[in-house]
């Protein structure tokens, strides 16, 4: 059974930092390229970054370029997403996913393979 588990999220001050952890299980994590969306109360969810099974390539919004960072461990199964200067605009739940196309992890988190149940980060300001 596939299974993507998010944790790390929580409160914090606009300009801390959080770093989120997605850990895989059931599924080869070295073929799979791995990513992050959020969804705002009363917002669409929205991509956030991505990062390619091989480690090769990242992808990131622009409102989150320059302040969040993701990276992933083969040796853990698990990616990471490194938040800082965090905004209460970035208030969120944060979601993770998986999928064989970088395509799809980038643009289209209803349909990825493996979909985590999210994570709530709370900005304050």
């Known amino acids: 059974q596939v299974q993507l588990v998010e944790s790390g999220g929580g409160l914090v001050q606009a300009g801390g930092s959080l770093r989120l952890s997605c850990a895989a299980s059931g599924l080869t994590f070295s073929r799979s390229n791995m990513g992050w969306f959020r969804q705002a109360p009363e917002k669409e969810r929205e991509f956030v970054a991505a990062?390619?099974?091989?480690?090769?390539?990242?992808f990131y919004a622009d409102s989150v370029k320059g302040r969040f960072t993701i990276s992933r461990d083969s040796a853990k199964n698990t990616m990471y997403l490194q938040m800082n200067s965090l905004r209460p605009e970035d208030t969120a739940v944060y979601y993770c996913g998986a999928d064989r196309s970088i395509r799809k992890v980038v643009n289209d988190f209803n349909t990825l393979d493996a979909r985590g149940q999210g994570t709530l980060v709370t900005v304050s300001s």
């Open positions: 990062i390619n099974k091989d480690e090769s390539r990242t």
